[in-house]
């Protein structure tokens, strides 16, 4: 069996916005400056974000009805918060 090479997605800064078949409500605020990428993934698929040498983790572990199960592997020093959470408040 022939080894094909991952495919890798990346979004340079000045890549073009999401398709327009995503609903805006749905995504993260986007500040100035930044950039979004929307993935499909199924149970068991991953991506792999690496920000200035950290590597982390995020898995697509399970889908029920309307709830998605994500797992995220990340080193301990890095801050992992539910957006509805305010860091503030959480005790950091």
């Known amino acids: 069996m022939k080894r094909t090479k991952p495919q890798v997605a990346a ?4 890549a073009p916005d999401i398709p327009e078949s ?10 100035e ?3 979004r990428l929307v993935l499909n993934r199924k149970p068991g698929e ?3 974000i690496n ?9 697509l572990v399970q889908i029920n ?3 998605a199960r994500v797992a ?4 301990k020093d890095v801050h992992i918060l539910r957006s ?4 503030g408040e959480y005790g950091r």
């Open 65 to 67: 009805n309307k709830h």
């Open 72 to 75: 995220i592997v990340a080193p």
């Open 46 to 48: 991953s991506l792999v």
């Open 33 to 35: 400056g930044y950039s």
């Open 22 to 31: 995503t609903p805006e409500s749905l995504l993260p605020e986007k500040p």
């Open 51 to 59: 920000c200035n040498g950290v590597q982390m983790t995020v898995a």
């Open 84 to 87: 509805e959470l305010k860091e």
């Open 11 to 14: 979004l340079p800064h000045d």
